[in-house]
């Protein structure tokens, strides 16, 4: 069975620094497809980005960017210049096909001003 | 676009009581998928139904149930409900493929007493 292992409950960062969650998962796939969520406090969840495994290219969305690491089977993301509105819980989250989706159990990153 | 919305957003029940959640998926998508979030287990899969039939079916008891309709809007049903099923469950509506981003709403919020 897949697995989403993220190692850091909790991080923090200061306003406009940069932060690296971390994300481990293991799978016998070779394609497959990587997300990180946003939960913020109270309010929906949201996608961040996403990493299909068959691109060799790293996955950039504005200030959000991962480092994916397939042999290594890790999907970092890394938040650059962070701002008050990035204070969320960050799910890493795997799926292969149509097959349900596997999440993390979650980094709950701080923003300090 | 209507974002996903989810009826009643709270709800407070006895143990024993069997309880219906609702879900209304963003137009044009196919797919929904339900999530149990605690902060013991983390977000959990409850299942999946893509066109009206049950696509992906997690590791629940059968007192969880679920269908869908033929506007994709979707329904969860717990009967016999237990302490331990307290939780935020959350559903999430996408087109149906596997790299398609999930849309999450907001929740329901279930207290069982």
């Known amino acids: 069975a897949q697995t989403v292992t993220q190692s850091q409950p909790e991080m923090s960062v200061q306003e406009a620094e940069t932060v690296t969650l971390s994300c481990t998962y293991d799978?016998?796939?070779?394609?497959?497809?990587l997300f990180w969520y946003k939960q913020p406090p109270s309010r929906q969840m949201i996608l961040v980005i996403r990493?299909?495994?068959?691109?060799?290219q790293n996955a950039t969305e504005n200030r959000f960017s991962v480092n994916f690491q397939k042999a290594a089977k890790s999907f970092s993301l890394k938040i650059s210049d962070s701002q008050l509105g990035d204070a969320a819980m960050y799910f890493c989250a795997y799926r292969k096909n149509n097959n349900d989706m596997r999440f993390g159990a979650g980094t709950r990153l701080t923003v300090k001003p | 676009k209507a974002g996903v919305t989810q009826t009643p957003r709270y709800l407070i029940k006895t143990r024993g009581q069997q309880v219906t959640l609702s879900c209304s998926p963003i137009?044009?998508?196919?797919?929904v998928s339900w999530y149990q979030q605690t902060p013991g287990q983390g977000l959990q899969f409850l299942f999946e139904y893509f066109s009206e039939t049950q696509r992906n079916k997690g590791n629940f008891p059968g007192r969880f149930s679920g269908r869908q309709f033929s506007n994709s809007r979707s329904e969860m049903n717990v009967s016999t409900l237990e302490l331990g099923d307290s939780a935020l469950y959350l559903c999430?509506?996408?087109?149906?493929?596997?790299?398609?981003?999930?849309?999450f709403g907001p929740g329901t919020r279930l207290t069982v007493l």
């Open positions: 137009s044009g998508h196919r797919s």
């Open positions: 999430a509506s996408s087109l149906g493929r596997a790299a398609d981003t999930q849309y």
């Open positions: 799978t016998s796939e070779s394609d497959y497809y």
């Open positions: 990493q299909e495994a068959y691109k060799q």
